[in-house]
């Protein structure tokens, strides 16, 4: 069979093919893959809160019950219409299963939705519902910008709130990577400027910003600091913490973004304790130490090109999924490593 090639996958979601009942939905970007497996779900019963309408099993469950899949397949909802089957891939292999369902696929009336992470090429459960004819394999890559930018015109829209155009360039750059998160991200900026007629740069900077953590914005105050031994743990605390390698880059453009409008202040005559000090929402003691010595080593323009550097840092991260970590762990250093005095 010829596999489904990623573009292909949203329109397979809007119309979903009578013939494959059984689909398969992977990939890294786990919102995505989460998005699409529901949108499947909902499209294939009335209603999914109905437990006669669907059955949910864990893939583990369905390695010790390898014959339940056929028999949920194979039930007919007590009081009639649609049923659907939702399994969500565990750590051990269910393959048993999968082969004992499409050895006896359901009729028209039934939809059996696989949710799993990344599966490389030729892994097991891939090759079977990509070389059946009764299933379909749908992958789920990180979203392009073109993706995202889709998904922002789409949120604010739904909102009824326009967004500026240097600000829409700027929450591209912020975010990505996880399909789920970056939606959040839009609703939660939407929520915030309720009552707003546009979205603009300072808003961007003023909630987006607020998806950080302490301890990631400890990483980018030890990079533009220079300090290179904080940031190698920082980072490693971050990374251990669930942190998405994206969320990572984009800390780092609020940051650069947020210094190079102080630097601008300090080199207009503003001293750099006062620019600090009118930071809002106000800096606990330890950043604001930071925040002054990173001031004091970087100019404007340097700033300026650093921005431009993070926007490509951020495009490679989407783009790289199994290299996320490592693109955003160099693009830090690097940082660190230009922040340091020289002589």
Known sequence: MVAIKAYEVDRFVARPDAGKPIVLVFGPDAGLVHERADALIRSAVEDPRDPFALARIDGDTLAEEPERLVEEAHTVPLFGGRRAVWVRAGAKSFIPAIERVLASPPGPDCRIVIEASNLRRGAPLRNLCERAASAAALPCYAD?????????????????????????????????????GSRSEIR?????????TA?????????VADATTPALDAVV????AGRMTDLETDFAKVRSSGVAASTIAGAAIRQAATLHRLRLAVESG????????????????DRKESVQAALTLWTAKRLTRMLTQLGNTSLDVRKNARLAFPIAQRALLSIAWAARPKG
């Open 144 to 180: 392009s910008d073109r993706d995202i930018g889709r998904l922002i015109d789409e949120e604010m829209q739904s909102a009824g709130i326009a967004i500026v155009p240097d600000a829409r360039d700027l929450l591209a750059s912020l975010i990505g990577g996880d399909r789920a």
């Open 188 to 196: 939660k900026l939407a929520l915030y400027a309720h009552g707003k």
């Open 199 to 207: 979205v603009d740069r300072d808003d961007i900077i003023a909630i």
């Open 221 to 224: 105050d030890a990079a533009f």
């Open 270 to 285: 503003t001293s750099i304790r006062n620019a600090v000090e009118g930071i809002f929402p106000v800096l606990p003691p």
